[in-house]
């Protein structure tokens, strides 16, 4: 028998030998520095996942902060808050910058602490230790000062929402300078000390009034209002001013004091529910909503689940028409069930990796109806799915298949068996594949299948969107194999990209590489 190895196939040549092992313990290729921050800080929630604990989570983001250039820290922190909406990664990211590069803390401070929350996540960070100081320091709180002295005092009430830390204990921390006496007073109000309340903005004089009976209820956030002993019909007001958002979140809790037993009221907020111009306006993932659907009470109202349904196909309006044929594979496997956004004691979602998985998967399948869609564990699955079905629908069916183990390449492996053609493979996945895997091997076991796909389909494009944050892939970034993080409908726009040919080997990087600081 002739040296295999010097007479190995181009497919073996084009492999490339596995250099990692993932949380699994199965073979693996790692992430450059910059790929992996990027997939933590937008799809990382700093919870614990099925594979990795909070701790570790951190400890991982701590290092490749600190191996990446600061200014790409400083670009991922802004992309992370802006096209993923992530909370808890931007501020950590600018904590670090705290420490490593004050210039550029400056530049993107108040594009990434935007709101109270982000300013209590950035100061509760800081403080905490955990990239390597317990106090604010000169120019954090230099930072923290001017946020507080620039935004209004209606902002600073809205902002006042929330503990550990309070905006309280915020302003007590970095004493900001009120610049005249009614300011002065409201600081003074919010740290809890003796105030004048006529001297109030109005809409804080208002709330302070109605809790001593000298006013109607007035149009603030009902994060105010909720403890206090409101009426039916308050509640009713509540909801009917509440913004899109709101609507959503808070549904359980408008039927639980009775705002649905009116039906006008409730026409009205299913009308807002699904309006498109308010679906677009709030920004909201389509999980998100999956979440809302799949909590909201039983005996809620029919025309409420409907207009949720009509405001997840406007969520997903964004989905590209991918030219030529698209395979998409979602992972069904047992990791696929751990909540998307982590277990964090008290407040974890139930909201799965594979409800955002299936989501994402069934809105391409609605958009390209010619898409074959393949759930797969450590087999593929055989289900049917027809295009014209809703988004709810579609991926209900996914999310509602057995699951097993994950191996990555079964996908690949049954299209190379059947000699199928695709322009487009698009996983949904954590990427933990270990089901036969060989430790001994070239390549792994997804790699070695893509390649011999490739000989058949030479233009064809590989897009894994990774659900869950890990530093490793099945498949490694190359000219020909695309690596997206998170689950919102950003993903979309790569795909967008890819397909129509405006492409870079290592696009997700590049994208963020190009944000402006």
């Keep these: 028998m002739a040296n295999k190895n010097l007479f190995q196939t181009i497919v073996g040549k084009l492999t490339k030998r596995p250099d990692a092992i993932n949380e699994a313990g199965a073979p693996a290729y790692s992430l450059t520095s910059e790929q992996a921050l990027a997939q933590l800080a937008v ?9 990795a604990t909070a701790h570790d989570q ?27 909406c992530m909370k808890d990664m931007p501020a950590l990211l600018c904590a670090v910058l705290a420490v490593r590069d004050g210039e550029l803390l400056q530049k993107v401070f108040g594009r990434v602490i935007d709101n109270g929350k982000m300013l209590r996540n950035f100061v509760q960070i800081v403080r905490s230790g955990a990239v390597g100081r317990k106090s604010l320091g000169t120019l954090p709180r230099r930072l923290v000062r001017q946020w507080i ?37 409201f600081y003074a109000y919010l740290i809890g000390k003796p105030f004048d309340r006529e001297q109030l903005p109005d809409e804080v004089r208002q709330f302070e009034m109605f809790k001593t009976d000298e006013a109607s209820l007035p149009n603030i956030n009902f994060q105010f209002l909720s403890a206090l002993p409101l009426t039916t019909a308050e509640w009713r007001v509540i909801a009917q001013r509440a913004n899109w958002t709101t609507l959503r979140m808070n549904l359980n809790t408008f039927q639980r004091h009775g705002v649905f037993d009116c039906d006008e009221t409730t026409m009205l907020i299913a009308e807002r529910l699904a309006d ?31 207009a949720l349904e009509q405001a997840m196909e406007i969520a997903t309006a964004n989905v590209p028409a991918l030219p030529g044929r698209t395979v998409v594979a979602i992972d069904i496997s047992g990791s696929m069930h751990a909540p ?43 289900v049917k799915l027809d295009p014209s079905e809703s988004i709810v629908n579609l991926s209900s069916r996914l999310r509602g298949l057995p699951s097993g183990g994950t191996d990555c390449s079964v996908v690949l492996k049954e299209l190379n068996r059947k000699r199928e053609r695709a322009d487009t493979v698009i996983y949904f996945s954590d990427n933990e ?13 997804m790699l070695k299948e893509w390649r011999r796909f490739k000989a058949s389909n030479p233009r064809a494009q590989l897009v894994c969107i990774d659900i869950q944050p890990y530093t490793t892939v099945q498949a490694p970034v190359a000219d020909d194999v695309t690596h997206v993080g998170g689950f919102s409908d950003q993903v979309f726009e790569v795909l967008r990209s890819i397909t129509s040919g405006d492409r870079t080997p290592d696009m997700f990087v590049d994208r963020i590489r190009q944000v402006a600081i």
């Design 340 to 382: 998307v956004t982590g277990y964090r004691k008290g407040s974890t979602s139930t909201t799965t990796c594979l409800d955002a998985a299936a989501v994402l998967a069934a809105a391409v399948l609605r958009r390209n109806p010619d898409t074959t869609v393949m759930p797969f564990h450590t087999e593929v699955s055989r």
């Design 276 to 306: 498109p111009e308010r679906v677009i306006r709030a920004k909201a993932f389509p999980y998100q909503i999956m979440t809302t659907l799949l909590n909201i009470k039983r005996d809620a109202p029919g025309v409420l689940r409907d």
């Design 43 to 51: 799809t990382g929630c700093l919870n614990g996942t099925f594979y």
């Design 58 to 84: 951190l400890k991982a983001v701590l290092e490749l902060a600190n191996e990446c250039e600061p200014e790409f820290v400083a670009k991922v922190a802004v992309y992370a808050r802006h096209q993923s």
């Design 149 to 185: 002295a620039e935004r209004s005092m209606e902002q600073l009430f809205y902002a006042s929402l929330g503990q550990k830390p309070s905006l309280r204990d915020v302003i007590r921390m970095v004493h900001p300078k009120p610049k005249d006496a009614q300011r002065a007073n």
């Design 433 to 445: 594949s270990w089901f036969n895997a060989n430790p001994y091997g070239n390549s792994t076991s």
